[in-house]
Antibody, heavy 121, light 108 residues
Framework: QVQLVQSGAEVKKAGSSVKVSCKTS????????FSWVRQAPGQGLEWMGR????????NYAQRFQGRVTITADDSTSTVYMQLRSLKPEDTAVYYC??????????????WGRGTEVTVSS | SYVLTQPPSVSVAPGQTATITCGRD??????VHWYQQRPGQAPVLIVY???DRPSGIPERFSGSNSENRATLTVSRVEAGDEADYYC???????????FGGGTKLTVL
């Protein structure tokens, strides 16, 4: 059974950083792609970036370039997302998701329960 | 930028059929995936590759995709189907996934 267990809620000040973890189980960690998707209050889903642990390859959405870093720890099957220079508009629920990716198809097969991040000014 | 257009809301009576669309020029050339998000919960994949269902998803959920519109159909709608529904594709030009704006399904 696939599980993605995320770290708990965070409250941060504007200008600081947050690091959210996602511990995975079920399947071979290194053979998958993992993504982070966020959802601001009352808003839709927004993809932030992805990592392929086997190759440590990362790709980020342009709007987060330079502010987000996604990493993976093979020894604990955990994926991390760090967002820097936080702004109040970064207040959102952050989801990690395991991806099914092949030529012509990329979708979010399994999701964590989400981590609420609140940024105050 | 790549935009997928969904109606903000769809309403349907229990037992009826709900149709949720996802539009973009030539979307029929993409694989479209659909997610259900119940209030306060994480999204759940309900349709992938236009019309396939993951294990455990009822047959009442079906998808299609042609030309400029992809469609999610929910047959025999139940109260528990009340949720937000998102379509998603892979944008080959930007090399990243894109979500539609979401559709709130209300069961009357």
């Amino acid at each position: 059974q696939v599980q993605l267990v995320q770290s708990g809620a965070e409250v941060k000040k504007a200008g600081s950083s947050v690091k959210v973890s996602c511990k995975t189980s079920g399947g071979t960690f290194g053979s998958y792609t993992f993504s982070w998707v966020r959802q601001a209050p009352g808003q839709g889903l927004e993809w932030m970036g992805r990592i392929i642990p086997m190759s440590d390859t990362t790709n980020y959405a342009q709007r987060f370039q330079g502010r987000v870093t996604i990493t993976a720890d093979d020894s604990t099957s955990t994926v991390y997302m760090q967002l820097r220079s936080l702004k109040p508009e970064d207040t959102a629920v952050y989801y990690c998701a395991r991806v099914f990716s092949t030529w012509g198809s990329f979708y979010f097969e399994h999701w964590g329960r989400g981590t609420e991040v609140t940024v105050s000014s | 930028s790549y935009v997928l257009t969904q109606p903000p809301s769809v309403s349907v009576a229990p037992g009826q059929t709900a149709t949720i669309t996802c539009g973009r020029d030539n979307i029929g050339s993409n694989n479209v995936h659909w997610y259900q998000q119940r209030p306060g919960q994480a999204p759940v994949l309900i349709v992938y590759d236009d019309s396939d269902r993951p294990s455990g998803i009822p047959e009442r959920f079906s998808g299609s995709n042609s030309e400029n519109r992809a469609t999610l159909t929910v047959s025999r709608v139940e109260a528990g189907d009340e949720a937000d529904y998102y379509c998603q594709v892979w944008d080959i030009n930007s090399d990243h996934p894109v979500f539609g704006g979401g559709t709130k399904l209300t069961v009357l």
